[in-house]
């Protein structure tokens, strides 16, 4: 079946750190691949993706790369910010429009 | 404000009450999802709606829980007879082209 795997949290890193949340995927067919964010006391919202293979998403500063030979999304930021702390979900869906399925997230936590 | 909104946003119930939350998507997108969430984990897939169609629902929407969009537009999701595993966050969703989602509504059954 069609399924993400990210790694668990929580993350703590200090400001200005560099970012990994690793992210891999089993899919039929071709995935679009997501990452959501949720922060505390708002709803999901997509922070970036990415609909085949080698393509990388990107946004406010954070980028992930569509890897078919690994089957790999992994989320990275150079430099975070306390800002950044938050719930990432990694997340895939197998045909365009169809429903996403979610990894189970990955709490991080910036430290000033 | 256009976004997605989801009604009531928090709902305490006792054991064996009906529910029924209210979901009302970008006016624009034709497809509606909703989902639930628990506590560390990452959203479910319940079911979703194109238009006022049913298209797929999750084997974890049991026969208690019924969902509706009678006109294409708001939809309904009921849970009958609640029980004290239906607690979490209920999610709803509706997209066009890209999913935006809800604050949800977060349910508490003692």
């Known amino acids: 079946g069609n399924s993400v795997t990210q790694m668990e949290g929580p993350v703590t890193l200090s400001e200005e750190a560099f970012l990994t949340i690793n992210c891999t995927y089993t899919?039929?067919?071709?995935?679009?691949l997501f990452w959501y964010v949720q922060y505390p006391g708002e709803g999901l919202q997509l922070l970036l993706k990415?609909?085949?293979?080698?393509d990388k998403g990107s946004n406010k500063g954070f980028e992930a790369t569509y890897r078919k030979e690994t089957t790999s999304f992994h989320l990275e930021k150079g430099s975070v910010q306390v800002s950044d702390s938050a719930v990432y979900f990694c997340?895939?869906?197998?045909?365009?429009?169809?429903?996403?399925?979610f990894g189970k997230g990955t709490r991080l936590h910036i430290l000033p | 404000d256009t976004g997605v909104s989801q009604d009531p946003r928090h709902k305490i119930t006792k054991r064996g009450q009906n529910v029924t939350f209210r979901c009302d998507p970008i006016?624009?997108?034709?497809?509606l999802y909703w989902y639930r969430q628990t506590l560390g984990q990452g959203p479910e897939f319940l079911t979703y709606?194109?238009?006022?169609?049913?298209?797929?629902k999750s084997r974890l929407l049991s026969d208690r829980f019924s969902a509706e969009r009678p006109k294409g537009s708001f939809s309904t999701l009921e849970i009958q007879r609640t029980e004290q595993g239906d607690s979490a966050m209920y999610l709803c969703?509706?997209?066009?082209?890209?999913?935006?989602f809800g604050e949800g509504s977060r349910l508490t059954v003692l």
């Open positions: 969703a509706s997209s066009l082209l890209e999913l935006f």
């Open positions: 899919a039929t067919g071709y995935p679009s």
């Open positions: 990415a609909t085949k293979a080698d």
């Open positions: 997340a895939l869906s197998v045909n365009r429009d169809d429903k996403i399925i």
């Open positions: 006016s624009e997108h034709n497809r």
């Open positions: 709606f194109q238009n006022e169609a049913q298209l797929e």
